[in-house]
């Protein structure tokens, strides 16, 4: 037990640390969309992954860096030239990202493919140059989130496993016909929604928002039916709080130092409902994409406030159009299951 629970505390650890001197280096350098960095870096450390090697590495980059290159490549002369035959690829685009997760391929991998696709339709449809500022700074980001995903798994690495006598034998995949129902359900809190920013014209500032959309999306392929949707209220909730603290703190004493241990001290107590021996905890679903949620509504909003004074009006919309965003998806999930009922195991809690 004692092992276990040093398992879990060190992978606590190594959140926090990754997290902050990610988001350390990022607010300090600046750059366009740095802040997605730490957000990436929190989404690979909050799983129990061994370090990835440089073949996982560029694996991962190019998960986010392709589907927006195919997408600028495919996706946006059909979206100028035949809108609706482009909306009907946008949507067997998120679908695919969906059930490659849903199947049991590696969440990471999914949610990176699912950004990408999210963000070049709905923000880089309005340029070629937007685009390509996109996907360099989202490849960028990509980069400097695994080099401290290393950094963390070099200062704090898992300790030595015992060997077992007889190998577990591999789980089977997901059954297709629910993996299917559970990314159609994703597709359905998705879609909608990029699908309004694409018809706004949107433009990089909402990039944060349609990150937390990517993720509620991959977020309902790996929970049941309500308690996906009492999770995706939960988080945001939580999320939210986290992030008025964290203003708030901010604003009485405005320091990147303070800020760092902010969001150290937040991973603290995220993890502990993220990490549990050598697993999950029961509520790490709920709980990392509540620390993601805090992170995308805090860092915008710190480096908006580094040369602006719309700062605190940016901060309190976002923070509004999350809640909005995480109603929505709730309700959606009602919605999709009324209309379409799955096998008790995956309408109940």
Same mark, same amino acid.
């Given at each position: 037990?004692?092992?276990?629970?040093?398992?879990?505390?060190?992978?606590?650890?190594?959140?926090?640390?990754?997290?902050?001197?990610?988001?350390?280096?990022? @607010?300090?350098?600046?750059?366009?969309?740095?802040?997605? *960095?730490?957000?990436?870096?929190?989404?690979?450390?909050?799983?129990?992954? /061994?370090?990835?090697?440089?073949?996982?590495?560029?694996?991962?980059?190019?998960?986010?860096?392709?589907?927006?290159?195919?997408?600028?490549?495919?996706?946006?002369?059909?979206?100028?030239?035949?809108?609706?035959?482009?909306?009907?690829?946008?949507?067997?685009?998120?679908?695919?990202?969906?059930?490659?997760?849903?199947?049991?391929?590696q969440?990471?991998?999914?949610?990176?493919? #699912?950004i990408?696709?999210?963000v070049?339709? #709905?923000?880089?449809?309005?340029?070629?140059?937007?685009?390509?500022?996109?996907?360099?700074?989202?490849?960028?980001?990509?980069?400097?989130?695994?080099?401290?995903?290393?950094?963390?798994?070099?200062?704090?690495?898992? /300790?030595?496993?015992?060997?077992?006598?007889?190998?577990?034998?591999?789980?089977?995949?997901?059954?297709?016909?629910?993996?299917?129902?559970?990314?159609?359900?994703?597709?359905?809190?998705?879609?909608?929604?990029?699908?309004?920013?694409?018809?706004?014209?949107?433009?990089?500032?909402?990039?944060?928002?349609?990150?937390? =959309? *990517?993720?509620?999306? @991959? @977020?309902?392929?790996?929970?049941?039916?309500?308690?996906?949707?009492?999770?995706?209220?939960?988080?945001?909730?939580?999320?939210?709080?986290?992030?008025?603290?964290?203003w708030n703190?901010?604003?009485?004493?405005?320091?990147?130092?303070?800020?760092?241990?902010?969001?150290?001290?937040?991973?603290?107590?995220?993890?502990?409902?993220?990490?549990?021996? @050598?697993?999950?905890?029961?509520?790490?679903?709920?709980?990392s994409?509540?620390?993601?949620?805090?992170?995308?509504?805090?860092?915008?909003?710190?480096?908006?406030?580094?040369?602006?004074?719309?700062?605190? /009006?940016?901060?309190?919309s976002?923070?509004?159009?999350? =809640?909005?965003?995480?109603?929505?998806?709730?309700?959606?999930?009602?919605?999709?299951?009324?209309?379409?009922?799955?096998?008790?195991?995956?309408? #109940?809690?």
């Amino acid at each position: 037990m004692t092992a276990l629970r040093s398992v879990a505390s060190r992978r606590i650890l190594r959140l926090a640390l990754g997290t902050a001197l990610c988001l350390l280096f990022s @607010q300090a350098v600046a750059w366009p969309l740095s802040f997605i *960095a730490p957000t990436l870096t929190l989404i690979i450390l909050g799983l129990p992954l /061994p370090p990835p090697g440089l073949k996982n590495s560029i694996v991962f980059v190019l998960a986010m860096v392709a589907p927006m290159l195919a997408g600028g490549w495919i996706l946006l002369p059909f979206l100028e030239h035949m809108r609706s035959a482009g909306i009907l690829l946008v949507a067997l685009g998120l679908f695919y990202t969906f059930y490659f997760t849903a199947r049991g391929g590696q969440p990471v991998i999914g949610t990176f493919m #699912t950004i990408g696709l999210t963000v070049i339709v #709905t923000v880089g449809s309005i340029s070629s140059e937007i685009m390509m500022m996109l996907v360099q700074g989202l490849a960028v980001c990509a980069a400097v989130a695994l080099v401290f995903v290393h950094i963390a798994h070099a200062l704090l690495p898992d /300790p030595p496993r015992p060997v077992e006598s007889t190998p577990k034998p591999d789980a089977p995949p997901p059954d297709p016909v629910l993996a299917g129902r559970r990314a159609l359900r994703s597709l359905a809190i998705v879609f909608p929604v990029a699908l309004a920013f694409l018809f706004m014209s949107g433009s990089p500032a909402y990039t944060v928002v349609m990150i937390k =959309v *990517a993720t509620m999306g @991959q @977020q309902a392929t790996a929970d049941h039916s309500r308690a996906m949707g009492r999770s995706l209220l939960e988080s945001t909730l939580w999320g939210g709080v986290g992030a008025v603290i964290g203003w708030n703190v901010l604003s009485i004493w405005p320091s990147l130092m303070l800020y760092t241990l902010l969001i150290a001290l937040a991973a603290l107590l995220f993890g502990r409902w993220i990490f549990r021996g @050598q697993a999950l905890h029961p509520k790490s679903q709920m709980a990392s994409y509540a620390f993601l949620t805090m992170v995308v509504i805090l860092a915008p909003a710190v480096l908006d406030g580094a040369g602006s004074s719309g700062a605190g /009006p940016a901060f309190w919309s976002r923070l509004g159009l999350f =809640v909005l965003i995480a109603v929505y998806g709730t309700v959606a999930v009602r919605v999709f299951d009324a209309f379409w009922p799955g096998p008790a195991g995956d309408s #109940t809690v």
